[in-house]
C-alpha cells in the first residue's frame, strides 16, 4: 500500500530564508505522480508543483522546487526567499495505480514564517 | 476560467440530521472526488465519480454517500450524522485520472455535528 510520511509537523521560519519540507513515500508502483499542496487558514488547496516519478529533472514552479531522490523515496519541497505569505499547512501527496489513483496524503507540516 | 465551487461554506447540524454538499468542477472537468478533513485523521478519500459512475470509494461507511450529474457536477450525502462526521470536506476535480492529472479543490464546506 502506498503511503506517505512528513516528519515535520511544524516549522518556524524567518523570512527571506529558504526552506526545505520533508517528504518520504512509499510505493510498489512503478509509476506514480508526487504532489504538493499548500492550504491556507481559508481552507482551499493550493497545487504547488508536481514530480512524476520517470521525470529526470526536479520540477521548479517560481519559488517553488522538488527535491526528488527516488531512490531514497524522497520528495522534499523547496521555498526559496520565503514570504509571509508563505505561513500555511503544506501537504505531500501521491497519487498511482496502486491506489486507483486516488491522492494518498501525508499529515502535513505547519509552517510559519516570521518577520 | 471559474474553479471549483463548494457550496454551503459553512454547516451546522444536530446529531441524526442529514446534509447535502454541493461541488461544482472546472468546466471541461469529469472527475470529482471528495475528500474529508480532520485533526485527528488528517485528509482521507470519500470517493470519486467520472462521468457519474462512482468509480473508487474510500473506507467510509454507508451514511456517506454521492452522486455525479450529467454537468459532472457533484453532491455528497450524510445521513444520521454524528459528532465524529464534523469536518472540513473538500471537493477536488481533474479532466481524467492519471498520476500527472493535478487536481483543483475547492474551499471547501466546513461541518459542524452538534
Known amino acids: 500500500a502506498q503511503k506517505i510520511t512528513q516528519t515535520q509537523p511544524g516549522m518556524f521560519v524567518q523570512e527571506k530564508e529558504a526552506v526545505t519540507l520533508d517528504c518520504t513515500y512509499d510505493?510498489?508502483?512503478?509509476?506514480?505522480?508526487l504532489f504538493w499542496y499548500k492550504q491556507p487558514s481559508s481552507g482551499e488547496m493550493i497545487f504547488l508543483i508536481y514530480?512524476?516519478?520517470?521525470d529526470e529533472q526536479n520540477a521548479t514552479e517560481g519559488r517553488y522546487s522538488l527535491n526528488f531522490q527516488k531512490a531514497r523515496k524522497s520528495a522534499n519541497l523547496v521555498i526559496s526567499a520565503s514570504q509571509l505569505g508563505d505561513s500555511a499547512m503544506y501537504f505531500c501527496?501521491?497519487?498511482?495505480?496502486?491506489?486507483?489513483?486516488?491522492?494518498?496524503w501525508g499529515a502535513g507540516t505547519k509552517l510559519i514564517i516570521k518577520p | 476560467k471559474a474553479g471549483v465551487t463548494q457550496t454551503p461554506r459553512y454547516l451546522i447540524k444536530t446529531r441524526g440530521q442529514q446534509v447535502t454538499l454541493s461541488c461544482s468542477p472546472i468546466?471541461?472537468?469529469?472527475?470529482v472526488s471528495w475528500y474529508q478533513q480532520t485533526p485527528g485523521q488528517g485528509l482521507q478519500f470519500l470517493f470519486e465519480?467520472?462521468?457519474?459512475?462512482?468509480?473508487n470509494k474510500g473506507n467510509f461507511p454507508g451514511r456517506f454517500s454521492g452522486r455525479q450529474f450529467s454537468n459532472s457536477r457533484s453532491e455528497m450525502n450524510v445521513s444520521t450524522l454524528e459528532l465524529g462526521d464534523s469536518a472540513l470536506y473538500l471537493c477536488?476535480?481533474?479532466?481524467?485520472?492519471?498520476?500527472?492529472?493535478?487536481?483543483?479543490f475547492g474551499s471547501g464546506t466546513q461541518l459542524s455535528v452538534l
Open positions: 477536488a476535480s481533474s479532466q481524467r485520472d492519471s498520476t500527472n492529472e493535478k487536481l483543483f
Open positions: 468546466s471541461g472537468h469529469r472527475s
Open positions: 465519480y467520472f462521468s457519474e459512475t462512482q468509480r
Open positions: 510505493t510498489s508502483d512503478q509509476s506514480y505522480g
Open positions: 514530480q512524476g516519478s520517470y
Open positions: 501527496a501521491m497519487r498511482g495505480l496502486d491506489s486507483n489513483y486516488q491522492l494518498i
